[in-house]
Nanobody
């Protein structure tokens, strides 16, 4: 069973920065597609950024140019560097891990970390 533990959330001012981390407890981390999702009050969970096992990345239009996702396979960790934060970035941020060996699919979620952007 894979566990994902996020950290790094908190309060930031508009224009500020935060870096989120997510540690993956299982083996074969390097084979997983990793992602960060967020859910604001009253809204659906949305994909913020993803990174494949090969290092390809994708971002939501709302965060392009401001957020950067990266991974360190030696540390079983995925990061989300968030710069130029806006109040609308306020949400609970969840780490996601997905593995698709053949026709199977394994998906795991972290508990989430709160990010609040406010002056």
């Amino acid at each position: 069973q894979v566990q994902l533990v996020e950290s790094g959330g908190g309060l930031a001012q508009p224009g500020g920065s935060l870096r989120l981390s997510c540690v993956h407890s299982g083996s074969a981390f390097s084979f997983y597609v990793m992602g960060w999702y967020r859910q604001a009050p009253g809204k659906q969970r949305e994909l913020v950024a993803g990174i494949t096992s090969g290092g390809s990345t994708n971002y939501a239009d709302s965060v392009k140019g401001r957020f950067t996702i990266s991974r360190d396979n030696a540390k079983n960790t995925v990061y989300l560097q968030m710069n130029s934060l806006k109040p609308e970035d306020t949400a609970v941020y969840h780490c996601n891990a997905e593995l698709r060996p053949g026709l199977q699919k394994y998906t795991y979620w972290g508990q989430g970390t709160q990010v609040t952007v406010s002056s």
